[in-house]
């Protein structure tokens, strides 16, 4: 029993970095980068589940409007191409490389995230 609620606040955790994520970087970066619009969300280059590493990395944020964001996961190919071109090939190495890192999604190092988050 004590294993699950260890699990319940590792998952509420994640869910409130994902969260805490979403309102840093939104302020930080108010023009989605394909079109200029006004951001309405952080777009994970990596997904969430892809990466541990890569999830609360602002490297791995993309500044996306509503509509470009939509249009990415409705499949249109130029909204990648555009986040490509814009952000380079050595970007694109280095998370390529990244997302590869290891790293285990325990309370400790949750909460040290959060840490660096929210300085």
């Known amino acids: ?18 969260k805490l994520v979403q309102e840093i970087y939104v ?5 989605c980068l394909v079109c200029g619009g ?10 969430r589940g892809g ?11 993309i ?3 509503a509509r470009c964001h939509c249009s990415h996961h409705c499949g249109n190919v130029t909204i990648r191409a555009t ?6 090939q050595k970007w694109l190495e280095s ?3 990244d997302r590869r890192k290891l790293m ?4 400790e190092n949750l909460r040290s995230i959060e840490g660096k988050l929210r300085t």
């Open 95 to 97: 998370i390529y490389r």
């Open 27 to 31: 302020r930080k970066y108010p023009y």
């Open 83 to 88: 986040i490509l071109k814009k952000k380079g």
């Open 38 to 47: 006004k951001t309405s969300e952080m777009h994970h280059f990596i997904s």
């Open 1 to 18: 029993m004590k294993k699950k609620k260890k699990k319940d606040k590792r998952t509420q955790l994640k869910r409130d970095l994902d």
């Open 104 to 107: 285990k999604d325990t309370l």
């Open 51 to 61: 990466s541990l590493f890569l999830r609360y990395d602002e490297r791995n944020l």
């Open 63 to 65: 500044p996306l409007c």
